[in-house]
Every structure is written in structure tokens, then in C-alpha cells.
């Protein structure tokens, strides 16, 4: 079974650029997530798609950030203009909960993309 | 408001000792309770999840976790720590219908030979 994919891997930009971070999620699941984990900290939610609409975006930082999730699969997650303090490993993850959650479903990380800024 | 606390930020073991890893929450109700282990540049894998029943789950690669409520803990268990076993240990709590996770800071575990 293919694993969570992601890219870039790596992605070194100065402040005030514009960058984008690419997901697609283990076929089938429905529940799509963003997360930021910043150096010496936990992964923190910053959006949950299911299917393609917004469960939770309450920790986005809107005046810069957008997510989308076009046909309920592929995700894309933007920076624009970037700030320093966004320098941080991006992570995708997807389960395959879908309305009612079942019993044991779990989310599967994709490797993250590395952010630089400078 | 719910948090997971892991209170130690570094963990030092010699390859063969035995290993527990703290985590406690914050949760109004049963909470759903994972444990992720991340190895450099990798993203996390899932090591056990608890969500009711026996309180003692067995995992992957040897790890158990024990959920206490009355201690609001779940901590991370393994007899003989192996080499291959020195990364980067996440707890999270996923409230029941949500499914959004909430990961403590984590715990580094270096493994002496």
C-alpha cells in the first residue's frame, strides 16, 4: 500500500516569497490533514479537510496561509508572503475516517516537507 | 481545554535497559490516546493507540502503553531497549468523533551502547 506522498522534500526561501506544499493522501481516505511542527516542538493541526470540505481551520493563519483540497484528494498547502517564525517541517497525514468515525482509525504521516526561511 | 504533557524532553538509556516514556492529558472524557515514534528526516509512524477496553495495549517493535485514568496517564513502555529504538517519541490524544490529534512536545531518546 503507498504511503502518504509529499513534496518538495526540502524547500529554502526568503521571507516575504511565496511557497507551495503538495500532499496526496493514501487513496481512499477521506480525512486529509496539515500539520506544523516547528523545531524541539509537537506536529500542530493547521487545517483538516474531509473529503474536500474544511472540518477545522481553526489554527490557520488565514492572513497568510491557504489550503485547498480539489476533488476530495490531492492537497495543496500555501505561504504567502512567508515569515521567518513558518520555518518548520510541513506535515501531511490522511485516515480513513468518514462520517462516523470507526473504531481504531488511526493517521498515517507522509515524510513532511522541510521549510526554510531566510 | 485539552493538552497532552510529556514531561520529559530528553531520555537517555543503555541498549538492554528497560524504557517508560511519560504522558499525560487533559481530556474531559475518554480520549482517544496514540503513541508516535519519529526517526530523523521521517515522518511519525504509529507505535499503539488506545481507545477503550484493556487498559494494557501491546504495540509495535515490543512497546506496550498502559492507560491509568484516575492518573490521566499513558505511558510508553519497553522491556529492552534496542539501538534502532533512539528517536523522537510523540503522545497525542484524538477527542472520539474528531479525529483532530493533539500531539505533546515529545521526548528524545538516545540509546548508549
Known amino acids: 500500500e503507498a504511503g502518504v506522498a509529499q513534496s518538495p522534500r526540502y524547500k529554502i526561501i526568503e521571507k516575504r516569497q511565496s511557497v507551495a506544499f503538495w500532499c496526496n493522501p493514501i487513496?481512499?481516505?477521506?480525512?486529509l490533514y496539515w500539520y506544523q511542527q516547528i523545531l524541539g516542538q509537537g506536529p500542530k493541526l493547521l487545517i483538516q479537510?474531509?473529503?474536500?470540505?474544511?472540518?477545522?481551520d481553526s489554527q490557520l493563519p488565514k492572513d497568510r496561509f491557504s489550503a485547498e483540497r480539489l476533488k476530495g484528494v490531492d492537497s495543496t498547502l500555501k505561504i504567502q508572503p512567508a515569515k521567518l517564525e513558518d520555518s518548520a517541517v510541513y506535515l501531511c497525514?490522511?485516515?480513513?475516517?468518514?462520517?462516523?468515525?470507526?473504531?481504531?482509525?488511526?493517521?498515517?504521516f507522509g515524510q513532511g516537507t522541510r521549510l526554510t526561511v531566510v | 481545554a485539552q493538552s497532552v504533557t510529556q514531561p520529559d524532553i530528553h531520555i537517555t538509556v543503555s541498549e538492554g535497559a528497560s524504557l517508560e516514556l511519560r504522558c499525560n492529558y487533559s481530556?474531559?472524557?475518554?480520549?482517544?490516546l496514540f503513541w508516535y515514534v519519529q526517526s530523523p528526516g521521517q515522518g511519525l509512524q504509529l507505535l499503539l493507540k488506545?481507545?477503550?477496553?484493556?487498559?494494557l495495549v501491546q504495540g509495535i517493535k515490543g512497546f506496550e502503553a498502559e492507560f491509568k485514568r484516575s492518573q490521566s496517564s499513558f505511558n510508553l513502555r519497553k522491556p529492552s531497549v534496542h539501538w534502532s529504538d533512539a528517536a523522537e517519541y510523540f503522545c497525542?490524544?484524538?477527542?472520539?468523533?474528531?479525529?483532530?490529534?493533539?500531539f505533546g512536545t515529545g521526548t528524545r531518546l538516545k540509546v548508549l551502547a
Open positions: 497525514a490522511s485516515s480513513l475516517v468518514r462520517g462516523q468515525a470507526p473504531v481504531g482509525t488511526e493517521a498515517f
Open positions: 487513496s481512499g481516505h477521506a480525512t
Open positions: 479537510f474531509q473529503n474536500n470540505g474544511v472540518v477545522d
Open positions: 481530556y474531559g472524557a475518554t480520549p482517544y
Open positions: 488506545y481507545f477503550s477496553g484493556d487498559t
Open positions: 497525542a490524544v484524538g477527542p472520539s468523533g474528531t479525529y483532530k490529534y493533539i
